[in-house]
């Protein structure tokens, strides 16, 4: 049974088409930048499209593989699977690495509201005798997921229910329920989410059914590992190449992609190394994935694989410079700093012959092998290259993990020896390198290395006693006799550790002494000629004396100048003083990637569509910028902490109302086009706020405004109201302001007023709205109201004008409206709004749900509707109940009926707002009815005579098979038009052969007269 009626499958997903998902590859020694090649044939898009759209729907059901089931996957006669569905909000703390596919539509022989444990249902149990409730059908479930998201999310009440239908045909009184549902924290019915899983048992899972591979966004992963993991289900499964459908279960929202759209030849291979630009440690790779994962997937790969691959057109620049860096000379430096001139990005990271490689990689390597070419007891000249170090490291260069390789293996026996110069620079750059033990200094003399020197400082301070005599041990082993080692460097490590309280104790001796001679012979030469004896008795005769060794007397002078010269080093370079800012070139490829302009619908407007975009691209996320800052820090949940989108949605309600008040009072008077763009402006000004400084935030903004609306409205209006966006914080009718042409004052004047209006979100005060007395905080000048009509502003009621009353009214509702949508709100009224209607909103919650909802624009309209809905309710006598006994709301279990609101996800919604009611009456009702027009007043009149008559229905719960079976209840369920109806549904057992199941179903028909 397909419970979604009237929703027909597109042929196309009842068979998926076989797409190659081969990797792009290009051939030669160079990885170059291509567009994704895909196979001719039907169009993706409306494929897409439905898998979206079921996925954010809940219409996906997932399961995951296990490897135990798969070669007999499809080989159980129809056996019903246990499947669940993609809801936002679901756990996935258990979703790591595993395979998961999905079914469209997914013919239900159960549905369970939760996982119920329905193994016992093959050894016999009775499908509705299991611990979890046994929901009707799949649009029961969808109708529970959407109520537990109020009240996880949304709810403004104490978390009272709303009765629930009993198969005795009574209902049983609401119910305080509070925290239940807590979107914040993991819940104590599901860890890692707050709605729990339901769980389906699923008679259509045949390799037809199944129409993707499925993942969530909100587990940590690459795309390569995803792609990997997709492509083993499919050859497990014989499946042919799936959709992939990437979900994110904090905001419900999917995205659909194909394997060609993401792979590239060396996919894995990035995403591995990303953590190679900051060998400090501070920037793992996940906290880079972090910021790349605010980023659809698709663009995800498309700028990892332009962030690393090199063009075409720049092979021969790149190869160019690779010969400067890998043979320098002294005029490698100026012909380095021409390529860069021309722009090439010689900071950044390529693939180059097989593996990924920076210019400061190849360098490193070219000098080691020159200096390793060398006696190093001989002058090893550094003044020829030292301009073309200084030049790659001032430009932003770094180490790859092949680069940072070199460094971690200095020490052994077989590696070759870094630079002491080379190492000192490296420090200054990029130290302290945390992954370096004393081994890796075992070649670097301490008398002539000030990196080496404060490296092993920092070393030796983090270790213990027991470190430091296992260091000693090991510094003495045979392990150090490699070629070219120095007596004098060992000397000086010696020393160094002896300061450190290393002592070559019974133990450390006697260890010693018998690595040596196991290896060694008696008359073998281990260095500078002596034997076995004779360095062991030079080791001895070392730590006697080192008192009056001139290093042990002053290595803390010595280490002090040492970290003096690499300080002075390193500014000579002059690298960023942000310890982050030297990583930020090599990541440019983020900044790129964040800087495009946002992909809006085609019917661009003031719309959910449009609106939604523009939030997600530049209030849900940082903007370039800010898109590397504080990559060390926890990843943030709200990206503008002073202007969230509650702050975007709040302003731009306020202009709509503020165009209709000066409509409605004549003061002045707009055209469609005008009033379709205006509230767009009026999100955009706060677009790049929290991202560029104050003083740039409007100029910033109005950049974006003009680019992403460029075509979609006449470009002359464009410039205006990009002019007045670039004009707001100007002095309120100043010089500036007199220069303006009057269309564009206009403009201005809404868009400050919109803006300055949310001020209240900070306080409101007992004088609010202060159009004439002028309260402490809320300057209402700054609202830049139209002086004619400012003047006669007055605080005596009766000779108030109509354009003042209606304006105190609708700030008053706005002021209303913010203390349900804002995080600490104050309300110094005399009469505060929450407190009239006994409401307790979680600000912090709420705030962040406008931030994570695919209906931002639908959500505050529900706050302004809830608003009305509580007048007219208390209109009709209607209170909000907090009475555990529920007599002050005379509940009535029989009829099912009380006079109370118990919440606003199912009591509150059933008063109704008149249709025709405008968001200027919406805002004003509150505070003034008597400016409503008569038709309204008229509505609201029928409404409240209604609920005075009928009260507010209890709610009838999920409805149990025991329930639909009682004809108490029945009757019950008829008289608010929902008949009970008997359905078969059939499946295949265990056994092969075929059965059917009699399901009672609740169906909405129409309530006879």
């Known amino acids: 049974m397909n419970i979604f009626r009237g929703i027909k499958l597109p042929s196309w997903l009842c068979h998926q088409p076989n797409l190659n998902t081969q990797s792009v590859t290009a051939s030669g020694q160079w990885t170059a930048t291509e567009p994704a090649k895909r196979l001719p044939g039907p169009s993706r898009e409306p494929e897409r499209q439905a898998l979206r759209l079921a996925a954010e729907s809940g219409r996906l ?33 258990d979703l790591r690495g595993r395979w998961m596919v999905g079914i469209v539509d997914p013919d239900c022989l159960y549905v369970y509201k939760q996982n119920p444990d329905t193994w016992p249902l093959k050894q016999g149990a009775e499908a509705d005798k299991l611990n979890v409730k046994l929901l009707s059908d799949l649009q029961s479930l969808a109708e529970k997921d959407k109520e537990i998201q109020e009240q996880a999310g949304w709810e403004v009440y104490k978390r009272f229910t709303s009765g629930h239908l009993g198969a005795d045909g009574r209902f049983s009184l609401p119910k305080l329920k509070p925290g239940k549902y807590d979107s914040h924290k993991p819940s104590t019915l599901c860890r890692g989410g707050s709605v729990p899983p339901p769980q389906l048992l699923v008679t259509n899972d045949g390799k037809a059914d199944i129409k993707c591979f499925f993942v969530v966004s909100d587990v940590p992963g690459n795309i390569s590992d995803i792609l990997q993991k997709k492509r083993e289900c499919e050859r497990a499964l014989s499946l042919p190449p799936l959709p992939l459908v990437v979900f994110c279960c904090e905001t419900g929202s999917a995205e659909v992609c194909y394997d060609d759209e993401l792979d590239s030849e060396h996919l894995a291979l990035i995403e591995h190394s990303l953590d190679c630009f900051d060998p400090s440690g501070n920037i793992s790779i996940e906290k880079i994935m972090d910021r790349m994962k605010l980023l659809p997937m698709h663009l995800q790969a498309e700028a990892l694989r332009s962030g690393f691959s090199i063009p075409p057109e720049d092979q021969h620049k790149w190869q160019q410079a690779i010969e400067l860096v890998s043979n320098p000379c002294p005029y490698s430096a100026q012909k380095l700093l021409a390529l860069k001139e021309r722009g090439l990005p010689i900071h950044r990271c390529f693939f180059h012959e097989g593996k990924m490689t920076s210019l400061l990689d190849l360098f490193l390597f070219s000098e080691i092998e020159r200096y390793n070419a060398h006696d190093h007891a001989t002058e090893f000249r550094v003044d020829e290259v030292d301009p073309l170090l200084r030049l790659l490291l001032k430009s932003g260069a770094r180490l790859t993990a092949w680069g940072q390789d070199h460094i971690r293996q200095m020490g052994g026996c077989t590696s070759p020896s870094l630079p002491p110069y080379l190492f000192n620079y490296m420090v200054a750059a990029f130290g302290p390198f945390k992954f370096l033990t004393l081994q890796n200094l075992w070649n670097i003399p301490l008398t002539r290395c000030s990196g080496g020197v404060v490296e092993f400082d920092r070393i030796c301070k983090n270790y213990n006693d027991q470190q430091r ?47 040596l001679k196991t290896y060694h012979h008696d008359n073998a030469k281990l260095i500078d000629n002596l034997s076995v004896a004779g360095y062991i008795e030079w080791v001895e005769e070392l730590w006697k004396k080192r008192e009056t060794c001139t290093l042990y007397q002053n290595w803390p002078a010595h280490v002090e100048e040492a970290n003096q010269q690499i300080a002075k080093l390193k500014q000579s370079l002059d690298l960023p003083v942000d310890r982050f800012a030297s990583v930020k070139p090599a990541l440019q490829f983020m900044v790129d990637a964040f800087s495009k302009p946002p992909v809006l ?52 309600n306020n202009g709509l109302w503020y165009m209709e008040l000066l409509e409605r009072c004549q003061v002045h008077s707009f055209n469609p086009v005008e009033k379709s763009l205006l509230p767009l402006a009026i999100i955009y000004q706060g677009a790049a706020a929290e991202d560029v400084d104050k003083s740039a935030e409007k100029t910033r903004s109005a950049v974006y405004f003009k680019q992403d609306l460029a075509g979609h409205f006449p470009e002359k209006l464009l410039d205006e109201v990009a002019l007045a966006i670039v004009n707001m914080e100007n002095d309120i009718g100043g010089t500036a302001d007199q220069k303006l042409s009057e269309t564009v004052r206009w403009y201005l004047r809404i868009l400050r007023f919109a803006v300055h209006m949310d001020f209240i979100r900070h306080i409101v005060e007992p004088e609010f709205p202060g159009l004439a007395t002028q309260p402490q905080f809320f300057n209402t000048s700054d609202l830049d109201l139209p002086h004619l009509w400012a003047r006669d502003f007055t605080s005596e009621p009766d000779h108030k004008t109509e354009f003042q009353r209606h304006l105190e009214a609708a700030m008053h509702g706005a002021a209303d409206l913010v203390q349900l949508t804002t995080t600490h709100p104050m309300d110094r009224r005399k009469n505060p709004y929450t407190e009239v209607y006994g409401l307790v909103p979680d600000g912090k919650k709420i705030t962040l749900q406008f931030d994570r909802t695919a209906e931002p624009v639908q959500g505050m309209e529900r706050f302004i509707d809830d608003n009305v809905r509580r007048k007219i309710a208390k209109q009709a006598g209607i209170i909000t109940c907090s009475d555990p006994s529920h007599q002050t709301c005379k509940a009535d279990q029989n009829k099912g009926i009380t006079y109370g609101i118990h919440n606003s996800w199912y009591d509150l919604r059933q008063v109704r707002v008149p249709a025709a009611m405008t968001l200027l009456e919406k805002m004003q009702f509150e505070h003034d009815p008597s400016l409503l027009s008569p038709a309204t007043l008229q509505a609201i009149e029928e409404e409240v005579q209604r609920l005075k008559s009928e009260g507010i229905r209890m709610n009838t719960g999920t409805l149990t098979r025991e329930t639909l079976d009682s004809e108490k209840a029945q009757e019950v369920l008829e008289d608010r038009g929902i008949a009970v109806v008997s359905e078969q549904r059939h499946y295949f057992g265990a056994d092969g052969f075929p059965k059917e199941r009699k399901m009672l179903v609740p169906k909405k028909i129409v309530k006879p007269d």
């Open 601 to 652: 619908p085609d019917n661009v407007g003031d719309n959910e569509d449009t609106i939604l975009k523009v939030l997600q691209h530049y209030y849900r996320r940082p903007g370039p910028e800010r898109v590397l800052a504080n990559l060390d820090k926890l990843f943030q949940k709200t990206w503008k902490e002073e202007h969230p989108c509650s702050h975007a949605l709040r302003v731009r």
């Open 61 to 93: 059901a997932i399961r995951q593989i296990e490897p135990a089931e798969v070669a007999s996957y499809f080989n159980d006669n129809g056996t019903p699977r246990s499947y669940t569905l993609a809801l936002q909000g679901m756990p996935h703390g």
């Open 469 to 515: 005599q296992i260091c000693l041990i090991e510094i003495l082993s045979r392990k150090r006799f490699y070629p070219n080692l120095a007596l004098d460097t060992l000397e000086s490590q010696l020393l160094a550790l002896f300061r450190y309280e290393a002592i070559p104790d019974k133990d450390v001796m006697d260890s010693f002494k018998r690595d």
